[in-house]
Every structure is written in structure tokens, then in C-alpha cells.
């Protein structure tokens, strides 16, 4: 993959701004492996076409406030930072995202990532003005189709959704459209 980032980059005439991600076993994306991650960044830094510029992780469990799997999360991340630091001292470190960001100073590191609290919702589920917090979304939906649906039948992609095989008669079903306004974009899916 980081190869055919320098390839796409250098086909461009351009220098890839590249950040590498260690999963601190959240299980998305990156590598758990502290020692790929660091050959990763070599690979990176070494590459004409692309410059190593950060190093993130996710948390997975950082808006349960009684869980202490962040705790062990920012303590494995912050030993990894610790050597990163040390190779790659310009690098931007992040790893906090919105109930990181409230719940734990420690996980700022260089930036944090808020996601929910940029849209005014507190991501800890409890009270967003606590924390200063003003709602900057909408959510807007309408229903815009109801379907007769035979026993088997099924909907959307992968066939997401079926009637149950233990349904003795057609179901209804209805289609609700869900889209995201705030000031910036407005996207329906």
C-alpha cells in the first residue's frame, strides 16, 4: 500500500503527506504490530514521493467512562510515541477523539480529533452544555416509500434485510431517507 501511495504521488509530480496508524486493538485499521508500524514509517520517510507527517490511533471504548480499556489503549500508543519521537521528532501525534478529548488529557497528544462534539453532541451521553457544547447539526428524514415485502423477500445491498422465515403473512416496510445539514455540507445517503 505504501508503495503504490509513492507511485500515485510521484505519477501526480507530488510529495503524499502520509501518517501511519497503529491499532491499539480497536480492530479497524492499522497494524497492532508496534514494529511494522515503525517499518511502515521507514518506508515511508524513506520514499522520494512522500513525507511521514503523523502517527494516530483510535480508541475504542473511550465514551464508556466506567471501561478502563482506554487506560491500557493510551498505554500501549504512548510507548510506541515514545520511540516515534525519538526517530521522527516533528511528527504530528494524535489520538483523541471527541470523549477522548473530555475524558482524558493525557490522549491529546499533538491534536485531537473530535468527531460528535464538532457537531455539539456529547459524546460521553450525558450533557453537551456541560461542556460548552451547542448543537451544529440536524438530522431530517421523511418516510419516502412503503413496500409490501412477501415472506423472503429482502432489501438493500448484500440483501442487508429480509422478513423472517417464521412470518406467515406479507410485512410492511418503510424506507426513511436520513441525511446530515449543518452549515458547511448537506449529504443525504
Known amino acids: 500500500m505504501t508503495k503504490m501511495f509513492a507511485t500515485v504521488a510521484e505519477s501526480l509530480g507530488v510529495i503524499g503527506s502520509a501518517h501511519v496508524m497503529f491499532d491499539s486493538v480497536m480492530g479497524v485499521l492499522g497494524t497492532k504490530d508496534s514494529e511494522q508500524v515503525i517499518a511502515v514509517a521507514k518506508i515511508v520517510d524513506e520514499a522520494e514521493h512522500l513525507e511521514l507527517t503523523g502517527l494516530m490511533t483510535h480508541f475504542a471504548t473511550a465514551v464508556y467512562l466506567s471501561d478502563d480499556y482506554l487506560d491500557r489503549q493510551l498505554e500501549t500508543f504512548t510507548a510506541l510515541v515514545e520511540r516515534f ?105
Request: aromatic share 10%.
Open 85 to 189: 519521537r525519538w526517530a521522527y521528532p516533528d511528527l504530528i501525534v494524535y489520538a483523541a477523539n471527541s470523549a477522548a478529548t473530555f475524558r482524558e488529557a493525557a490522549a491529546h497528544f499533538d491534536m485531537v480529533r473530535c468527531g460528535v462534539a464538532d457537531c455539539g453532541l456529547d459524546p460521553l451521553q450525558e450533557d453537551a452544555a456541560e461542556w460548552g457544547l451547542e448543537r451544529a447539526i440536524t438530522l431530517c428524514s421523511y418516510v419516502a416509500a412503503v413496500r409490501r415485502f412477501e415472506v423472503g423477500d429482502s432489501a438493500g445491498y448484500g440483501r442487508a434485510w429480509s422478513t423472517s422465515p417464521r412470518l406467515s403473512a406479507p410485512a410492511g416496510s418503510g424506507t426513511a431517507t436520513a441525511g446530515v445539514a449543518n452549515s458547511r455540507t448537506t449529504v443525504t445517503f
